[in-house]
Nanobody, 126 residues
Framework: QVQLVESGGGLVQPGGSLRLSCAASGFTPDYSAIGWFRQAPGKEREGVSCIDRRSGSTFYADSVKGRFTITRDTAKNTVDLQMNSLAPEDTAVYYC???????????????????WGKGTLVTVSS
């Protein structure tokens, strides 16, 4: 079965950086996309960034464009999210998610994602 395991969360000061990593296993090689979503306390889950498997195209929420970068390592089956210039509003649990078929990920819609990791907490605070 598909397993997604996130790592790299923690406490960081405003303006700092963190790198999240998602180790994926058990997936079929023809999945559609994989990406990162987040959920802040009291808020709805939102899309952060996704990468299309076939084209390698990347997609970002407006709130993170220019600050976050998603990359994948197909040999290691990992997807990383480099987060720079972090702000308190980036505080959330970050989830890795995989979409088997469809286009939810590239439109950063969490409702169409098929598999989820357990999440890793990112706290941005001084």
């Amino acid at each position: 079965q598909v397993q997604l395991v996130e790592s790299g969360g923690g406490l960081v000061q405003p303006g700092g950086s963190l790198r999240l990593s998602c180790a994926a296993s058990g997936f079929t090689p023809d999945y559609s996309a994989i990406g990162w979503f987040r959920q802040a306390p009291g808020k709805e889950r939102e899309g952060v960034s996704c990468i299309d498997r076939r084209s390698g195209s990347t997609f970002y929420a407006d709130s993170v464009k220019g600050r976050f970068t998603i990359t994948r390592d197909t040999a290691k089956n990992t997807v990383d999210l480099q987060m720079n210039s972090l702000a308190p509003e980036d505080t959330a649990v970050y989830y890795c998610a995989l979409e088997q078929r469809g286009s939810s990920c590239i439109f950063l819609r969490h409702t169409g994602m098929d598999y989820w990791g357990k999440g890793t907490l990112v706290t941005v605070s001084s």
